[in-house]
C-alpha cells in the first residue's frame, strides 16, 4: 500500500475522519490539516471563499500534508492535489451514533473546537445542530464520492474506501507491518 504524501481523509461528519488523520499523521510523519480550522473563524465566523481557497491552497502546495474534511468549494485542491484519498464510507447508524456521542461529550466537556468555539446545548437542537447535519447530508455524500471516484480527471488518484472497523483495522494493521 502506497498512499504517497498527499492525503485527504473524507466522509460524512461523525465518521471519524479527524481522529483517523490525526493517527494516520503519527504514524506517517506527515503534518496533519483539519480543514474545518481553516474554515471555521471565532464565534463561529466562516472564513470567506477567496481566503478559504488561500489556506487550503497554501497547503496543497506542500510536498506532503494530511488534509481531513469535505468542503465541496475546495476539493480541487484537496481531492484534486492528492496522491490518495481515503473515504471513511460507514453505515448512517454508526455515524449517528458516533456523531451524538461526540456531540454529548464536547456538552459536557465544554471542550473547544477551533479558535476555541464551543457545541451549545442550543446549536444541538437547533436547524444548525451537527447531529442534523449528519443524518442529513449522509445520502449526498455518499453520491458525491461515488461521482468522484469515478470522474476521469482524478485518474491520477488512489482511492481506499474503508467501510467499517474490521476494514479500518486491517488498514492500520496492514500500515504498521510496512514500517
Known sequence: MNLGKKIVIVGSSGSGKTTFAGRLSQLTKIKQYEIDSMFWKPNWVQTGDEEFRGLVG????????????????????????ANTVIWLDMNLPRIMYRVTLRTAGRLVSKKPLWHNNRESLKTTFSKDSIILYSLNN????????????????????????????????KFWDTLKEMK
Do not use: F, M, P
Not at 63 to 73: A, F, K, L, Q, T
Not at 143 to 163: F, M, S
Open 138 to 169: 449522509y445520502r449526498s455524500k455518499k453520491r458525491w464520492y461515488n461521482r468522484l471516484i469515478n470522474n476521469e480527471e482524478l485518474k491520477h488518484v488512489e482511492w481506499l474506501i474503508i467501510k467499517n472497523q474490521k476494514e479500518e483495522r
Open 58 to 81: 497554501d497547503v496543497t502546495c506542500r510536498d506532503e500534508w494530511i488534509i481531513d474534511g469535505n468542503y465541496r468549494r475546495v476539493q480541487d485542491l484537496t481531492v484534486g492535489r
